[in-house]
């Protein structure tokens, strides 16, 4: 008998919408040969399960084992180990950062997770002076980032939104924030990077050296190689900051602010839209975003059930400007 349509249909809504696991029988002589390479940091073959799961929880492919780095030698043995067993190996290679992918992209199936987080992270070195920058390993926290500059009074020119994310994660895709409209996103913040390639070499690439590698690594999502260093551009870091949330119940309305925010000479620094559905009386959890003077039009505000939309915005500014910066945020917002 013929699969009917829905028969297909159902495999299509179990794939796309309800996750996949998938286990395959581990390779017994490429789990001998794990065994055999020499490293700083050891494999782990038996508690592997957390490292078939990520952020989007769609998908879900077991490795064979997990590596632990102790050195980025270790990362490069590894993927050399893979890459001479030639293209017919079934074992293969994937770096997990702090595991915030959404469809299994930081999964290997049957294959090798490197856990990135494990690798030791020397101590970073911040240089100020006219183009200042952080030397940071690949499997740092952003957040790890910005304690660290921050002492010198300085912090990476562009951001995520989250910060418990690695270096190495968000720079293999783009990290993007309400930064990106006034610095780019975070690859384009970046003056050098070292690279575990494909064939197992460490390269050190830039815009000037290597630079074919430097601008595929960037956002490529691991497929040109695994950044185990980047050294990142700062700027100096903000004395003080106002936070300003805008609800919006109209979408049109909403969208023409953003643009019209992001494309004004005189602006926010931060600059970020997003929808939410108000199923928890957002208000009342967001009661200090408001202007104290406010409380009678926020709490007639009705906006329960309803799809609502949100200007998340930030403006920079020194101490003694404190007392005009309620001035100088309307102002922007009314341009």
């Not at 300085?154 to 951001?159: D, F, G, H, I, V």
């Not at 050098?192 to 290597?210: A, K, M, Y």
């Amino acid at each position: 008998m013929k699969p009917s349509v829905l028969h297909y249909l159902k495999l299509f809504i179990l794939f796309a919408f309800g996750g996949v696991t998938m286990a395959h029988v581990p390779d017994q002589d490429a789990l001998a040969s794990l065994h055999k390479l020499p490293l700083d940091g050891y494999f782990s073959f038996h508690d592997v399960s957390t490292a078939a799961r990520d952020f989007g929880n769609l998908s879900s492919f077991m490795p064979v084992a997990v590596l632990h780095p102790g050195s980025v030698d270790d990362i490069a043995t590894t993927v050399r180990h893979v890459f001479l067993r030639g293209e017919h190996s079934m074992l293969t290679v994937a770096a997990r950062g702090h595991g915030h992918s959404l469809r299994g992209q930081c999964q290997a199936a049957g294959g090798i997770v490197i856990k990135m987080e494990s690798l030791p992270t020397a101590r970073m070195l911040v240089h100020s002076g006219a183009s200042p920058y952080v030397d940071a390993s690949g499997g740092e926290l952003w957040i790890n980032v910005l304690h660290e500059t921050f002492k010198y009074g300085l912090a990476p020119k562009s951001w995520t939104d989250y910060l418990h994310l690695t270096i190495g994660g968000t720079l293999s895709n783009a990290g993007v924030s309400g930064q990106t409209f006034r610095n780019g996103p975070q690859i384009s913040n970046v003056k050098e990077l070292e690279i575990v390639t494909g064939r197992g070499d460490i390269v050190t690439c830039s815009p000037e050296q290597n630079s074919d590698l430097f601008h595929a690594a960037l956002g490529g999502l691991g497929q040109f190689g695994i950044i185990t260093r980047a050294r990142i551009a700062l700027e100096p870091a903000p004395k003080m900051v106002r936070w300003i949330r805008v609800l919006y119940s109209d979408f049109t309305i909403f969208t023409e602010d953003q643009e019209m925010l992001i494309s004004a000479e005189r602006t926010f620094d931060y600059i970020e839209g997003f929808v939410i559905i108000n199923r928890s009386g957002i208000l009342n959890n967001w009661r200090s975003s408001f202007n104290p003077q406010d409380p009678v039009w926020a709490s007639q505000f009705e906006s329960d059930g309803r799809v609502l939309f949100c200007l998340e915005m930030t403006k920079n500014y020194n101490p003694e400007e404190a007392d005009n910066m309620e001035q100088v945020s309307s102002q922007i917002g009314c341009h």
